[in-house]
């Protein structure tokens, strides 16, 4: 199972944008996506050609927070890597100041490989789901879209 998607229009730390929720199989998780640079809209739009890149190039990422680039120094991401039929998740924080904006709305960053410990051979937190999960996900995201 595989789900992204934005519930309601709020505001945290004086920024308005949407709660979301991520689910992975049993995991889920909140988050809040800033709607200071990129609208429901182009975040839906990222999510359907990110899902479709991962079919494609197997490696991609869901942005699902993107503030306004002239005074945000990071974006928060869920890079996702696919291996056989297996589809592998972390969330990452892309640094500003390691790849150019119109690199990261793309999908052209280059995150790196998929790794499951960091430099200090400690686990980096990984969610996996099967990639039957991202074929519904794009169907889905598709009909919203129409």
Known sequence: MFDLFLEKS???YDEDGYWGKIIINDFNERFFSNTTFFDKAS?????????????????????????????????????????????YLQNKMILADQHPLDKIISNEADLGDLRFTNEDDQKISTWETDIQSFVN??????????
Request: net charge positive; proline share 3%.
């Open 10 to 12: 709020g505001n945290f």
């Open 43 to 87: 975040y839906q739009k990222q999510w359907r050609h990110a899902a479709e890149l991962l079919l494609k190039k197997k490696k991609s990422y869901f942005l699902v927070s993107v503030g306004n680039p002239d005074t945000s120094n990071f974006f928060m991401s869920w890079p996702c890597y696919l291996q056989d039929d297996i589809v």
């Open 137 to 146: 996900f794009i169907d889905k995201i598709n009909k919203i879209q129409e």
